[in-house]
């Protein structure tokens, strides 16, 4: 945020979600690689549930950090850095064997494409965006397909270009949202998962956008002047 000039993170906030007509809020989501690290004050969620629903939580208000151990769906925490990921979930057998491919290759080229954070992590910090107490590594929005496009317009605002969309259909909010642009450093854009919609309520008419917490102000500027 330090190369834009915003006025901090709940103006900035404030901004998409009146531009956009969000219904929830942004999630600033950071990656903590240590444990001292971890943003002073925040508390350890109390359930063990998946990134997703953990995303959804913070989107509706909710700040606090989980490590591995709170999070249920290891397929999602080994695409955000907490672990390796578990040996059928890397060599595709476990979408292989729920019919989600038709052949153990295509589930396992899918698997080596999807984007992942070395597994280094100690822990992952949500919070709404506007009341944040950390810089974000990720912003997470929940949109409608016409607030997506309009984001897609301020990406290109500024350079130009053309924003692409990487997605499979699995591992959405975890890989595609966060993992993607954090280590890719540009947006995604990504429609969802079986298990974000199943278990974190994503609903039919919403898509998922990731976007680098570094470039979120000049984002906003864009999005302000258009």
């Known amino acids: 945020m330090a190369s834009c000039d915003v006025d901090g993170y709940k103006e900035l906030s404030q901004k998409i979600k009146d531009k956009l007509g969000l219904e929830k809020s942004p999630v600033a989501v950071k990656l903590v690689l240590k444990e001292e690290d971890i943003p002073e004050g925040i508390p350890k969620i109390d359930e063990t549930i998946r990134h997703c629903e953990m995303v959804q939580k913070a989107a509706q208000g909710a700040t606090f950090y989980a490590t ?96 692409e969309a990487d997605f499979a259909g699995i591992q959405s909010l975890c890989a595609d949202a966060v993992a993607g642009p954090y280590t890719r450093k540009r947006p995604n854009i990504t429609l969802g998962c079986s298990g974000s919609r199943g278990y974190a309520d994503i609903k039919p008419d919403e898509v998922i956008v990731g976007m680098n917490g570094e470039n979120i102000g000049c984002f906003v500027n864009a999005l302000d002047a258009l």
Request: with cysteine.
């Open 68 to 163: 591995v151990a709170e999070q249920k769906c290891k397929g999602g925490a080994s695409a955000i850095g907490l672990m390796e990921a578990p040996e059928k979930v890397k060599t595709g057998e476990m979408y292989h064997s729920l019919k989600r491919f038709s052949s153990l290759g295509s589930a396992k080229r899918t698997m080596d494409a999807i984007p992942k954070i070395d597994p280094i992590m100690r822990a992952i910090a949500y919070a709404p965006l506007e009341t944040t107490p950390f810089d974000p590594d990720v912003v997470v929005i929940i949109a409608n397909p016409k607030q997506a496009m309009e984001m897609a317009q301020a990406m290109v605002y500024t350079l130009g270009g053309r924003v």
